[in-house]
């Protein structure tokens, strides 16, 4: 079992920045693909970014290449978020997710999200 805890969502202005975090739980996080998805209001869940188990690979959905950053930290259980330039578009509530490589997001483990608000 993983539990994870996001943090650190809140409102900017366009063009700010905001990192995000995730705590999971557990003795297993470094086992684990870690990834960010986010919701808007409306639309169905995105893929944003994921970092395999040992952060040697990094995938980015094409609406945020080269404006965030996933890493990730093994011994403090816990993957982040750095997001920059951020648009109103990227309004959203971001989820973290843990998931085994065979078994995919679908079945894997989600925290609650945290809500991310920016203004124009």
């Known amino acids: 079992q993983v539990q994870l805890v996001e943090s650190g969502g809140g409102l900017v202005q366009a063009g700010g920045s905001l990192r995000l975090s995730c705590a999971a739980s557990g003795r297993t996080f470094g086992r684990y693909d870690m990834g960010w998805f986010r919701q808007a209001p409306g639309k169905e869940r995105e893929f944003v970014t994921s970092?395999?188990?040992?952060?040697?690979?990094?995938y980015y959905g094409d609406s945020v290449k080269g404006r965030f950053t996933i890493s990730r930290d093994n011994a403090k259980n816990t993957v982040y978020l750095q997001m920059n330039s951020l648009k109103p578009e990227d309004t959203a509530v971001y989820y973290c997710?843990?998931?085994?490589?065979?078994?995919?997001?679908?079945?894997?483990?989600w925290g609650q999200g945290t809500q991310v608000t920016v203004s124009s």
């Open positions: 970092i395999s188990w040992s952060g040697a690979r990094t």
């Open positions: 997710a843990a998931a085994d490589s065979t078994t995919g997001w679908a079945k894997g483990y």
